[in-house]
């Protein structure tokens, strides 16, 4: 079985979920511990970031050439379409989307966690202690948006990308208005890259990712509720529906599935 080193709460590790789901393959999800679970990455693989596949003995990295591999040795349901200007289209979105959408997005939700305790709390994994719990929601404000001057996220830098998400929203929106997906009437990899990447922004109806429910289509102030790009979000969970597997143990226990956190071996 195809394994998947992954965080849970990571647009590119849900790009490559979607991705997986998309073409039917059955996968197991691996958490890697952040710190010495990433060391233990990188002496297999040598990269530090997630996601990384595994398929029988090879490991491959970086969500985009993970997209490429599926589609060489796995071609059912292709994810690049073979029409010349359409598989330009196609890239060129997803490289758009992986660095405009993908990166901003942790932009705008560190704005979103150093606003709100309660949000901030929740995103805390479910095997969490009560008691880090709420020292982590009782962290004043001032201190993280200090924290995020430390790696970059001025308040300068968190507005622009909250700026170029509105834009980038209002476009998606425009180009989605009259057709079923970014390209026409097929699928393609360009839609499943923006729908994952879009994670972070307002986070699925649905039980598909490991949060509390209370988390369930919550998201970024000002973009994950400004009516103007619910019909973006609107498709996205349409997106979700048609090819997304929900967390399989939702139905019988109420509560979704947290993935596997093992040793890397």
């Not at 979607?18 to 002496?43: A, S």
């Not at 309660?118 to 982590?136: G, M, S, Y």
């Not at 404000?141 to 700026?163: C, E, M, N, Q, R």
């Amino acid at each position: 079985m195809l394994e998947l080193y992954q965080f849970e709460l990571s647009q590119y590790s849900e790009k490559v979920r979607l991705i997986l789901d998309y073409k039917g393959l059955e996968y197991r999800k691996i958490e890697v511990t952040p710190g010495v679970g990433q060391v233990e990455l990188f002496r297999l693989t040598g990269q530090r970031q997630v996601p990384v596949l595994k398929d029988g003995s090879r490991y491959i990295a970086d969500s985009t050439e993970i997209a490429k591999y599926l589609d060489r040795q796995y071609p059912e349901r292709p994810l690049i379409p073979q029409d010349s200007q359409q598989r330009g289209l196609c890239l060129l979105m997803e490289e758009w989307a992986d660095e405009s959408i993908g990166i901003k997005s942790r932009k705008a939700l560190f704005y979103a966690i150093s606003q709100d305790q309660n949000f901030r709390r929740a995103l805390l994994p479910t095997t969490t202690p009560d008691l880090l719990k709420t020292l982590v929601q009782g962290v004043p404000s001032d201190l993280l948006k200090f924290l995020g001057f430390g790696v970059g996220y001025t308040p300068d830098v968190v507005t622009s990308a909250i700026a170029d998400l509105k834009q980038d929203l209002e476009a998606l929106t425009l180009l989605l208005a009259d057709r079923p997906y970014l390209l026409g009437d097929e699928p393609s990899l360009a839609d499943l890259a923006v729908a994952g990447l879009s994670l972070l922004l307002k986070f699925p109806d649905g039980p598909y990712i490991s949060i509390p429910e209370t988390l369930r289509g919550k998201g970024v102030p000002g973009l994950a509720d400004n009516p103007l790009y619910e019909p973006f979000f609107s498709w996205r969970d349409r997106i979700y529906a048609q090819f997304r597997k929900p967390l399989t143990d939702f139905a019988t226990t109420g509560s979704p599935s947290a993935p596997t956190s093992i040793q890397i071996d």
